[in-house]
């Protein structure tokens, strides 16, 4: 990527399905990367789909939007459109991308990718066979620090590695009077599709693929409101805890947990992981910290340095020149955002892509099977 | 503020001095604050100017500024910007504010405010007799956490205050091979005007007026090279470190230390402030997290609660609904724009103004004074 | 416990077999446990025991013991000798222990108990058929925020527990020179049962038993040194890591990691715990603090509550009458004799005690048999 | 100092007036001595003195001390007795400082060394006069990560030192009420004898002599309940808040701050020092921790790095054999009387002795003139 501020006249419409969080996360994403980011073109927000007229109308007063519908095929059969961001509850992804695929869209769609493995499949089969350019949210990969942590990894900083510890925890969960939502729905997968993917997909992206997996499943709240405020109660049947035990491909073991009633965390989406030479540990909690520790050197200065994200650390130094000033969240999903629109400008794509969605959907499946089967399941 | 999403129709030209690291931050908080926050009117990036065309462009291409000049008074007398934006080096504020005022316009100004107290009132006077609104960008006093600690502290929740600590240290002078600057002007104000605005500003926003003070200052590197790479040196004349004891209007002493040769500090802007009930710390290195202690309670639960930025902390909640997720450096300018749109919209200003920016530069003149008599002074 | 002081003319004998690490951490231990607490009789160091003449007369001065041999057999013979402290490798627990017990001596065992089930079994049957007293060594058992945890989770102050997650990990032996020693020989039960009992003891302190476990062991350092500085090899049996995924029989489930080759943590024994209204979470590494998450209260100033350690976490305050000033290691150890000085003396036993250890031994070892049959096995 | 376990036949008597707080960390400290240091002569703890009889009982009994008296003349005079410890409150220490010394004993004193100037003048050459051995109790310079912060500083391990920034903060006369005590007596000096002593002594153990002092001095409560309990009140003449601006000999500036109403902190002794190259930040709060900042080295891998205490660190070893094990509070003093007894025995002094408790108490007793005249005054 060159400079920033050399992007050309060149533009490209960008079509956003949904406006509630990521929806609104994805408009801002790709308005702050045609500022921030040199790009191949700049991206125009064209339209806005919203089953619910209001959310629509607002979503495009908000970030000015060209146009705004309630028909989200609508905005696929746009012809302005080139990036379809799909948004919208996990269930609804399958069907809502391979339109946009057939209608030659480039996509751009939400984690997790699809409600089970064979719809990621299918997903990722008609993405590689239209040949579109493809991207799935999970935006936590996008930290420079991991980019740092997965460079470090592959430059042998903490020689050969021999474990791994991974967690997504929150507690939006937590409270048993939550009520039911789409997150609870089976299509919404439970904790183990909802953080539990972006943890698999941070294990994979810094130590490769995961070839077996036993899980333990649990659903610790049995029943919840149907709807807010509600007194009637409908059976949860999707987990609230995951608990999984993994083996990679390249000869490692760690763990995975994904936990969305861990009261009293709200961003704890961590690791640690250890070598023969060092180690390191994180966590979105303070994503601008990473800790790392090296073995040998002077013993008595020996300790793990906590390393502040910097402008040594691309791309940080396009939101801010100078160390330490900290990024927050929505950076991730520019970052996200700049990078797709990058890989459709012909530059190298950095994913992850709907092929990586979907292997990240294997493991959740065979974690599911697992827990069902109380055994270590091979991952296919 | 309403909710976000019902800016009407009206729009209000921007116009920005400068395109370095502020420059930059101010273009983007503009365009942002109008997607997220619900505005009297949005901001159109009208023109941006640079007196190097190249910046101007640059500039311009990046954010999607309508126009570009060279020329920054062509900039302050274009009818179609209603704000003006400075984010020059300090000895430029002066001369641009007063022109930007007597053509009329909203005043938006890099800190610190001016280059001395006499010009800083200046500015002040000019601006409140021209009735124009005005904003000074001490962004961090927008965390949402600041908020609410000036907001606990002004309810009682830490009893009587008793005791002030507050510190901005930094490292980015620590090399003696960094290069003159404008920061190291005389008219630069050195650390004490660079960095000691910043915590000064934040005293006074948490605890009120500073009415006396001493202060050590001193240049720790005494000659720099006169340009990047070039052996001939100059003298520094400006501080380097400056330690002051105030006392507040409210009966609370303190300490405030400005420093920009902390090797190893990147962001070190933090305070601690204790009352009979209670104590709050915090630090700008972990911006999203405030250390809460109260005093009572059960005995054997006592301790400091680390308070996590959500929703609950307006308007963390217009950037992100769930909490813990982090707001970062850009999200704070942004909250500085939006708040100085609803000002000019008729809002009730947040500030700092320009009387405020005065306020804090009179703390640094007499500061100055002190340092050179050796005795404690009154701040006018 | 009365005030400290009140401890009467009676004395006990005290012999401790071993004079390493533990044999000096017991020797002290109860030499100060005498000066801090009030106990039913003094103890009075004995004799010590080593099979090297030189440790024992070097232990012998040091500590001020009456009297040393090389024979363990004549210290258990000794008839002034009532309580004796075993603190030699794990495989020699089992003989010597017996023989104690055989001489109606009080025994004090360090961790792991023994070698294997069966061994801690018949140690178990041994000490409860003679209606002696007996101690295990899982000092960290003794820390005063880990009681307080213990009784917040029983009052309920979490509400329903619904998770914990579990770790030990160190780095002593992740260098792959570091040479064999007893800890990796079969009958020292490699990390699981050295690092593994702690934190398997901890998870039992805290929520009670263990009814079922799934575990991956695995050796990372293949073969070592057969004995420092030679370059002759040996092949490693015994497990360097260990993943094991528990249910609780309370209807919980939870993790536990025990790992020795953990590249940079020294101390790393820590765990979250979780339910309904709460969080705890805690490390060794920072053995004076907890953190304490309670659900509920003023939303704006949720967190966790850093509590630091103090008097009102008994014994603390026998230590030091001041809150934040830190017990150490060695306290923790004072405190384990202590109490089973305590128990001596006729007062409730605060354990562990060797059906403890037997009882952490049985999940020891069959987690062992599920790493082997690669199946979640339940713990008898 | 040789290795652990070579103390010779030899002893030495220590008696030991008062039974408080102090009175018992020192009873403990010389008996845990005597175990794990290699001394030149083993302490005994020959007698005890308290005016209330019971509490010097009760001290007989806790620690073995062969005598107790109610008169510390008695002890002082007793010629089995070669050390005498005072721990009472500090307008005591002169007059049995000066008694002991008189009979030719060597004298361990806690801190600070006395009331005011004059009287520590007295002491240190009386002392010098007569030749003893003295001690002033200093206990947090015997942190090992102390001993290595000053050899870091001294080796340039931080380039040329450029400032300090010092805090002893802790909040136990922060409720209003709190009782009269010794310690708000005149001659308890207030908190800038009691905390601030420990700061400056600290600051001066790393950087040398204080040249000059500027201080703000301020009584938050102005009156205390007379007793524990009673409604009666009685003005409070010493100071709550001691702010201090120094400058030390070497040309280095520095703040130090010392508070006993900071609600929240119980231990924050603590400290930031800065140069050139690098710096090292410290809090008595995470007494096993050090953080440490070294310019240069990889860029994307520059910050603190969190050195834990360990073996490296003498004489953490002769405690504990594996690092990040922790020490704690008492284990500092035990290293203070092992300092005192080695230096007794002829090894090179580490102090603090009389002399360097004379020149903390002409810090002192400087900032106190400096506060009253509010002016910058030369420490004599």
């Not at 939007?65 to 269930?91: H, N, Q, Y």
């Not at 967690?167 to 599709?193: K, N, Q, T």
């Amino acid at each position: 990527m060159v400079d920033p501020g050399s992007t050309m006249g060149a533009t490209i419409g960008v079509g956003v399905i949904g406006t509630g969080f990521m929806g609104k996360a994805h408009a801002l994403a790709y308005q702050t990367a045609a500022s921030l980011f040199s790009l191949p073109a700049r991206p125009i927000l064209e339209m806005v789909a919203d089953n619910v007229r209001a959310g629509a109308e607002r979503a495009q007063r908000s970030f000015g939007f060209r146009r705004m519908t309630e028909d989200w095929r609508e905005l696929i059969a746009d012809p302005k459109i080139a990036i379809v961001s799909i948004t919208t509850p996990t269930g609804l992804h399958h069907e809502m991308a391979l339109a946009a695929i057939a209608a030659g869209k480039h996509v751009h769609c939400e984690k997790p990718l699809a409600a089970n493995e064979a719809d990621a499949r299918g997903m990722m089969e008609a993405a590689e066979a239209a040949g579109i350019a493809t991207q799935v949210g999970f935006n936590y990969l996008k930290n420079p620090l991991l980019g740092l942590t997965r460079e470090m990894i592959s430059a042998g900083e903490l020689g050969e590695i021999t474990s791994f510890r991974g967690i997504h925890a929150e507690d939006y969960m937590a409270d048993p009077e939550m009520p039911f939502s789409w997150r609870l729905e089976p299509a919404g997968g439970g904790v183990l599709a909802d953080l539990g993917s972006h943890i698999i997909g941070l294990a994979r992206f810094l130590l490769g693929p995961i070839v077996s997996v036993f899980a333990d499943l649990e659903t610790v709240v049995k029943e919840r409101p149907v709807a807010p405020g509600q007194a009637e109660r409908r059976t949860v049947t999707v987990d609230d805890i995951a608990r999984l035990s993994v083996r990679f491909a390249r000869g490692v073991g760690g763990t995975i947990e994904a936990n969305w009633v861990a009261s009293g965390r709200s961003m704890q989406l961590g690791f640690e992981v250890y070598g023969s030479k060092g180690g390191l540990a994180f966590t979105q909690e303070r994503m601008n910290e990473l800790l790392f520790y090296r073995a040998g050197g002077t013993r008595s200065q020996r300790g793990f340095v906590r390393i502040e994200a910097g402008p040594e650390h691309p791309p940080y130094g396009l939101f801010c020149p100078a160390r330490g000033h900290q990024l927050g969240f929505n950076d991730l999903k520019t970052i996200e955002a700049a990078e797709f629109l990058a890989a459709i400008g012909g530059e190298p794509a950095k994913g992850p892509d709907f092929r990586e969605g979907w292997e990240i959907q294997k493991v959740v499946d065979a974690a599911r099977h697992s827990a069902e089967s109380r055994s270590v399941l091979p991952v296919p």
